[in-house]
């Protein structure tokens, strides 16, 4: 049986995929990717060719959800990018993005952060 936290994560996955393709025209790519690195919440291209790796945290508040996104995190998401596109070379894009999409806990608040974090 699954738990109450691990429905509700799922339920932030499924209103950030109807936000991205609804009211950002974004198409989704792949959902859930994961890799022997680490795993990419949502990876989806925008209007403009940009590929996005998109992380959707869910915590007590908008802060704490936030903060979860540590370097060491962001790391594995761009290593399983690099593997996606290895996987997936015949997609054209013209860059590439990390974003966020945080919720709070009951789900009542949604920040949608572009460029969350830039790779060095």
Known sequence: MLDASYKKGMLAEQL???????SQ?????????KTYVGEVDLIVMDS??????????LRRTIDDARYAITTYQQE??????????CHHPYII??????????????LSEKLYV???WIPM
């Open 114 to 116: 572009k460029n969350a």
């Open 48 to 57: 403009q060719k940009i590929l996005i790796a998109i992380e959707i945290k």
């Open 93 to 106: 894009y013209e860059g590439i993005r990390f974003d966020a999409i945080l919720f709070n806990k009951d």
């Open 25 to 33: 025209s974004m198409t989704i790519l792949a959902h859930r990717y």
């Open 16 to 22: 950030a995929a109807r936000f991205l393709t609804q």
């Open 76 to 85: 594995r998401i761009m290593q399983a990018l690099e593997i996606f596109l």
